[in-house]
């Protein structure tokens, strides 16, 4: 499957998450930290699953899926153990043209979640493009032991340096340029400090 791979501001977006189980868990909680407005809706859902959208005053829907409960998301989640169910929600959105992600179906969707690492505000994903999440998480976890909570601490002092650049009123190449070498100086000086540790 061919993608394009982008962030999308989702802040205040709804949201609809289709499932209560643990797949529909951790698409909650990869939601919650984006700002979205999430709808559930399971016929039955985990108690830890329940008390983290009770948590964060999530709506909870006790029912069956209905195409209506998709009416006006932004972005819809088939994370139901039910396959036939989950092809239904996707049917529902590609024909409203809602974004719509289908967990146990990457290609009958048609946007993906990524495995994600964050290190603060730096983000790092990785997709197999549908083919293999599994494939993607062991990758993540790889890049985990390279890139660690120090990247997010220089990309903190690029942002600054690089607000005082914007502030001057250029933002030329050449600033570009400059915030590259410096990005590049600042991972060898972590890198050489770890080589000494």
């Given at each position: 499957m061919q993608t394009l791979s982008m962030n999308i501001v989702i802040k205040g977006r709804l949201v609809v998450v289709v499932g209560?189980?643990?797949?529909?868990l951790r698409k909650l909680r990869t939601l919650l930290t984006t700002g979205?407005?999430?709808?559930?809706?399971?016929?039955?859902?985990?108690p830890e699953l329940a008390m983290l959208a009770e948590q964060q005053g999530v709506q909870v829907r006790h029912a069956a899926y209905n195409s209506s409960d998709i009416d006006d998301a932004f972005l819809a989640i088939a994370a139901t153990d039910v396959e036939a169910l989950n092809q239904q929600i996707a049917a529902d959105a590609n024909t409203r043209g809602i974004l719509v992600s289908v967990a146990?179906?990457?290609?009958?969707?048609?946007?993906l979640f990524p495995a994600l690492l964050r290190r603060d505000d730096l983000e790092i994903a990785v997709s197999t493009g549908g083919n293999c999440?599994?494939?993607?998480?062991?990758?993540?976890d790889v890049i985990a032991t390279v890139i660690g909570n120090e990247y997010g601490q220089i990309l903190t002092q690029l942002t600054q340096e690089r607000e005082k650049l914007l502030t001057d009123g250029d933002a030329s190449t050449y600033n570009a340029l400059v915030l590259r070498s410096r990005a590049v100086q600042l991972i060898s000086e972590q890198t050489e400090r770890k080589d000494n540790e």
């Open positions: 209560g189980g643990p797949v529909a979205a407005t999430v709808r559930l809706v399971a016929t039955r859902i985990l146990d179906n990457p290609a009958s969707g048609n946007c999440p599994a494939f993607a998480v062991v990758v993540r």
